[in-house]
């Protein structure tokens, strides 16, 4: 199953037009594009500093298309967790937005419209906003669907990487490193790992001219 997927994301990252590439955003970096005002799938403007909670703000570049995100032949797909990491982080006062960056997509699934639908039928919780021309992902360097970013009370960089180790089935989940770094920051002990490996497609940028 794991191996079907990676397949898709190897193909979805072929099909990926080149782009300038991105920073990798490393663990206390304070929060980048803080201020860049997104349209919410309420109809709202928000930026993220907007979004934070008293203890926090988790950041997850998400979309509606990909496989590891959706589930495919089988996978649950981690956006299944979305809702209980939403009413986590929200008793955990950790702010939680969902970030589409899918700019070359927005035509084939992960448009305003799409993503509206989705966030309403599988009830996310939190926050699902359309980044435009993927310049948030950018500043954060953000590389595949899902792609995890925790920052802490003062906005820095605490955890990145996965929600857990295993996107197929939930059930059999023996790594919840997303929840333990909630649970952690916010407990305000050390974060280990406080990076782990993203697995997903790749964001699909649209290419630019130089």
Known sequence: MILKLISL????????PPHEPAPDLAIGTALPAADVKMKDVS???????EAAGKNGLLVIF???TCPFVVGADGSAGWEGRYPEL???SKRMDVGMVLVNSNEAKRGAGDDMAAMQDRFKSHKYGGHYVLDQN???ADAFGAKTTPHVFLFNKDMKLAYKGAIDDNVANPS??????LHNAITNLVANKPIEPATT?????SIKRVAHDH
């Open 86 to 88: 939403a009413a986590f």
């Open 62 to 64: 998400s979309c509606n």
């Open 9 to 16: 994301a190897a193909v979805a990252m072929l099909s990926t």
């Open 172 to 177: 059999e989940v023996k790594e919840k490193w």
């Open 197 to 201: 490996r993203n697995i997903g497609c």
């Open 43 to 49: 109809g709202t403007e928000l930026s993220l500093k």
């Open 134 to 136: 993927s310049a948030v």
